[in-house]
């Protein structure tokens, strides 16, 4: 990350942390409502809102790649601080970062007029498949779909792309429209991108623009349908492992996915397919995640999730992912998964040689 958003970061996290107490000590001693610093504290209190949440865990692989065997470790994955500003009706200013890596995730601007329409100018994720918007607090598995991570770049494991955290610079236009059912649901949702084509927080390293873009329908109160593509270029942060182009070439990046949620009362079911095309290498990869409550603090989660780097080389892996999730309190929850990682015998590139593993993993998470 650069020197110019570490400082931006620390300079707005300070500024959504000082105004979060001003406002709670403020209130608390009884401000007069016409001095400065009543209105101060009415605009704290009534225009922003500050949350965040941080997760912790643990994670064994009887196979790590990195370390070319067993591994053991203790992460702290994330700390976030979010601020929402909004000074003014259908205006607002957004901040999300990431205070145990002093690393900047969002910074934008929306002007939302009316539900149908809203133009968004900073850093936010971009459009491309259901789960890669999802937050990680929301999450059931705990690493993410695999595919996802990959196709999105999201997590650096395309090491040709980096890890972005499906984050990019650009402008959008989104919306919502179309009122039905008992529920007035909306029926459509759209959302189309111009973006730069480079992971957050990178400066631009070509000429060119990616556009994103993807189209959501509710035809039923329990069901969304979704589909999303990706169409751009990307400059190489190292060589293609299969030999297609070295660092620093720009490459076609292409990609595409269509998926659908469900929920029915304590089930909820999300399952996507997507595919992508870098130079001539075509990837593809598909999850399916199911959520049981029979409790209101329990959850029963099972996924399989798939990923093929390359198809011509069968370079694929299978994820099964089995655990259970204790709902604390609000945003704060435990975690604790088994995965057993099935790697393709007869892949000629990445996994070639390695051997399937099992993996048991935890996550704690506090928000507020």
């Not at 009887?62 to 053991?72: L, R, S, W």
């Not at 996802?148 to 040709?160: F, N, P, T």
């Not at 008992?182 to 992971?199: A, C, M, W």
């Not at 969304?224 to 182009?245: N, Q, R």
Request: aromatic share 12%; net charge positive.
């Amino acid at each position: 990350m650069n020197l110019k958003a570490t400082a931006i970061t620390i300079i707005l996290t300070a500024a959504a942390c000082i105004s979060s107490a001003a406002a709670t000590d403020s209130l608390s001693s009884g401000t007069q409502k016409g001095s400065k610093g009543g209105k101060l504290v009415r605009f704290l209190s009534e225009k922003v809102s500050v949350s965040g949440y941080a997760q912790a865990g643990y994670q064994y692989d009887t196979y790590d790649m990195a370390h070319d065997g067993a591994f053991n470790k203790f992460n702290l994955y994330r700390a976030m601080i979010i601020a929402d500003i909004r000074p003014v009706r259908h205006l607002d200013l957004y901040f999300m970062a990431d205070v145990s890596k002093f690393k900047l995730h969002e910074l934008f601007v929306r002007y939302r007029p009316v539900d149908a329409f809203y133009i968004r100018l900073g850093q936010y994720k971009t459009p491309f498949t259901i789960e890669s918007n999802m937050s990680p607090s929301v999450l059931e598995i705990i690493k993410g779909a695999q595919a996802v991570q990959y196709l999105a770049g999201i997590d650096g494991s395309d090491v040709c792309f980096g890890a972005g955290a499906g984050r990019d610079l650009g402008l959008e236009v989104g919306g919502a429209f179309l009122k039905i059912g008992k529920d007035n649901r909306n029926l459509i949702e759209y959302r189309v991108g111009v973006f730069s084509g480079e992971p957050s927080n990178t400066a631009e390293t070509n000429n060119r623009k990616d556009v994103v873009a993807s189209l959501a329908l509710r035809p039923v109160s329990f069901l969304k349908l979704h589909s999303s593509v990706y169409i751009g270029e990307g400059t190489a942060k190292a060589d293609s492992p299969y030999g297609t182009f070295k660092a620093g070439d720009t490459y076609r990046r292409n990609r595409w996915s269509t998926g659908l949620e469900l929920k029915a009362g304590p089930v909820y079911l999300r399952s996507e397919y997507m595919e992508g095309l870098d130079a001539t290498v075509r990837s593809r990869g598909a999850y399916a995640t199911l959520t049981g409550s029979p409790a209101k603090f329990l959850d029963i989660v099972a996924s399989v999730d798939y990923l093929d780097r390359n198809i011509s080389l069968h370079d694929w892996q299978c994820n099964y992912i089995i655990g259970l999730q204790w709902n604390i309190y609000r945003k704060c929850r435990l975690q604790a998964q088994y995965v057993y990682q099935q790697r393709s015998r007869d892949s000629q590139g990445v996994f070639s040689g390695i051997p399937s593993s099992h993996m048991i993993i935890t996550q704690l998470q506090v928000g507020f």
